[in-house]
């Protein structure tokens, strides 16, 4: 997440977690983490041809 993005209640639950790892010295959790946030389902509606994993 950018300073110019929200996201939604599970973006901000992966983002507390990671740095909350990263707090305690468990960077390997906090890139797991961080992959999870990553990974979770994009807020804008797919184009197309996104959805088949093509440039828009």
């Not at 909350?20 to 999870?36: C, H, P, R």
């Amino acid at each position: 997440m950018t300073a110019g993005t929200r996201g939604c209640a599970k973006c901000r639950e992966y983002t507390a977690l990671r740095e909350k790892a990263k707090q305690d010295g468990d960077f390997g959790q906090a890139t797991a983490y961080e992959i999870l946030r990553r990974r979770h389902p994009s807020h804008e509606t797919p184009s197309r041809t996104a959805r088949w994993g093509l440039p828009a």
